[in-house]
């Protein structure tokens, strides 16, 4: 089923319901905020201790992309390998779209609803605050994508080889968007699994302040990679967060480590999604407000582009906890 599916929600406690009609399903329903009366859980206000700090946002200004080392504790990290190992077994990746210059790469995009852990990371508490950080409160989950790159049969690793996919992310956007530099628009979050603290296992490779440019010059010949290009060496349960912008590319395995990523990308609510966003309803209803947000919450269509408080939890629960930012 896609978010969100028919159901009626709950009354609020002390208050009469009030129903509002959501956009992506014409028989779903929700009930206007105020939030802090709802009986469903709340964002912790613990997780302010891991927003955007000034250096933070410097470093991600002016590279385009920011490392958040330790972001998933091992236990999180473990189980979450767990379950991307057992859906690899069940051969449901084997689906996801494959990268044709990289053979061993499983793509699978939309993949939030194949176990709640995965819906739960969309507003996890050590990455989230650095994402509103960095774009503001009028956000959601608009794209995601498991990565897992095996070894290559053939070959050897070789930056001086044939150029690799360098691209920035988001399509036609990069087309109909007629301003130099481009708005940001989005970024992503990746978390790494496993290690890729060493070249050659698979590597995201970046651009460093590429974000700022529209246009990449690429090896005439075809050969070797673009100036300044360097590979993104990070331990496992390191975060990387990049901006839609930058010149990135995904890279061949040549070594014995299963390379295992998961991406998530943010952008403003006003944008569609890029993927189809499935999940069981239960989840959704379970969730606090600011989860909800994420997964595609919004009073009408208008409220994308032009939101009341009803529409951005978030923006309520921030003004709520200014003291503690």
């Known amino acids: 089923m896609a978010y969100p599916p028919p159901i009626q929600a709950p009354a609020l406690q002390n208050d009469a319901p009030r129903q509002i009609h959501n956009p992506h399903n014409p028989q779903f329903h929700i009930l206007e905020p105020p939030w802090v009366?709802?009986?469903?859980?709340?964002?912790?206000?613990?997780?302010?201790?891991?927003?955007?700090?000034?250096?933070?946002r410097e470093t991600f200004e002016r590279d385009g992309y920011l490392i958040v080392e330790n972001a998933l504790p091992d236990e999180k990290r473990l189980s979450l390998i767990d379950t991307i190992d057992r859906l690899h077994a069940s051969g449901v990746l084997e689906e996801g779209r494959t990268d044709a210059t990289i053979s061993m790469r499983i793509n699978k995009l939309g993949f939030t609803g194949m176990d709640r852990q995965f819906f739960d990371l969309a507003a996890y508490e050590r990455t989230l605050p650095k994402v509103w950080?960095?774009?503001?409160?009028?956000?959601?989950?608009?794209?995601?994508?498991?990565?897992?790159?095996?070894?290559?049969?053939?070959?050897?690793?070789?930056?001086?080889?044939?150029?690799?996919?360098?691209?920035?992310?988001?399509?036609?956007?990069n087309q109909d968007l007629e301003t130099d530099p481009r708005p940001r628009i989005s970024l992503k979050v990746g978390y790494f699994l496993t290690d890729v603290s060493e070249?050659?296992?698979g590597n995201f490779w970046v651009i460093p302040g590429s974000h700022l440019n529209?246009?990449?010059?690429?090896?005439?010949?075809?050969?070797?990679?673009?100036?300044?290009?360097?590979?993104?060496?990070?331990?496992?349960?390191?975060?990387?967060?990049?901006?839609?912008?930058?010149?990135?590319?995904?890279?061949?395995?040549?070594?014995?480590?299963?390379r295992k990523v998961l991406f998530y990308g943010y952008g403003y609510r006003w944008i569609r999604t890029r993927d189809e966003m499935e999940f069981p309803q239960a989840w959704y209803d379970e969730s606090h407000p600011i989860l909800q947000q994420m997964m595609g919450h919004s009073t009408n269509e208008f409220g994308r582009s032009s939101p009341s408080d009803a529409d951005v939890p978030l923006k309520v629960w921030l003004e709520r906890h200014a003291h503690a930012a």
């Open 37 to 56: 009366e709802s009986p469903r859980p709340t964002m912790d206000a613990g997780c302010l201790k891991y927003a955007l700090t000034d250096d933070e």
């Open 133 to 173: 950080g960095a774009l503001g409160w009028n956000i959601y989950l608009y794209h995601t994508h498991l990565a897992v790159t095996g070894k290559q049969p053939e070959g050897s690793y070789d930056p001086n080889g044939p150029t690799w996919g360098w691209h920035q992310d988001s399509g036609r956007m």
């Open 199 to 201: 070249e050659g296992r």
């Open 214 to 258: 529209n246009e990449l010059v690429r090896p005439a010949n075809g050969m070797g990679q673009p100036k300044n290009a360097v590979p993104v060496l990070v331990d496992e349960g390191t975060a990387v967060l990049f901006d839609r912008r930058i010149w990135h590319t995904a890279t061949p395995n040549y070594s014995d480590y299963v």
